[in-house]
C-alpha cells in the first residue's frame, strides 16, 4: 500500500459547511419574515388592505432574495459535496498502489490560490491528478 501524507481537501469540507450554515440560515430568516408578515397583517385592524399591501412591498422582495440565496447555498453545498466524494474515491484506488509510491495529498502553494488534489511519487515519474467528479465534457489541447 502507498504512504499517505496530507489529508482530506480543507477547502471543500470548510465549504460544504459553511454552504450548510448559510442555507440554515436563509431558513430561519424566511421562517421571521413568514411570521413577523402574518403577525403584522392581524395587528392591523383599521385598513388592513392598505396595510397588507405595504407590508408585502416590504416583505415579499427580501423573502424572494432569501429564497434564492438559501437555493444557492444549497446548490453549492451539494457540489462540495459530490467534490468530496470524488476525492474520496481516487484516495481508495490510490491506496491499491505498491509501497513504492508516496501520495501527497490536498498540495497547496503558499502564494497561490489553488492546490493539487493528489500528488503520486513512485518509480514510473511524479503525478499531480486533479480530481474532477461533476457531469461535463472534459477537454484537451495540446
Known amino acids: 500500500m502507498a504512504q499517505f501524507f496530507g489529508g482530506r481537501s480543507r477547502f471543500i469540507i470548510i465549504m460544504q459547511k459553511m454552504n450548510y450554515i448559510a442555507a440554515l440560515t436563509m431558513w430561519v ?9 402574518i403577525g403584522q397583517l392581524f395587528a392591523f385592524k383599521s385598513a388592513p388592505i392598505l396595510s ?3 407590508l408585502s ?6 423573502a424572494y432574495w432569501a429564497l434564492k440565496e438559501k437555493i444557492k447555498y444549497e446548490r453549492d ?11 474520496g474515491a481516487i484516495y481508495y484506488e490510490l491506496l491499491k498502489l505498491s509501497d513504492n509510491y508516496l ?3 490536498d ?3 503558499p502564494t497561490k490560490d489553488f492546490n493539487i488534489d493528489f ?11 486533479e480530481v474532477k467528479s461533476h457531469k461535463g465534457i472534459i477537454g484537451f489541447n495540446g
Open 103 to 105: 501520495v501527497f495529498q
Open 57 to 62: 412591498i416590504i416583505y415579499f422582495p427580501v
Open 119 to 129: 500528488v503520486v511519487v513512485g518509480p514510473t515519474g511524479i503525478f499531480a491528478i
Open 29 to 37: 430568516i424566511l421562517a421571521y419574515l413568514a411570521y413577523r408578515y
Open 107 to 109: 498540495v497547496k502553494f
Open 77 to 87: 453545498g451539494k457540489n462540495y459535496k459530490q467534490g468530496g466524494k470524488g476525492e
Open 52 to 54: 397588507s399591501a405595504v
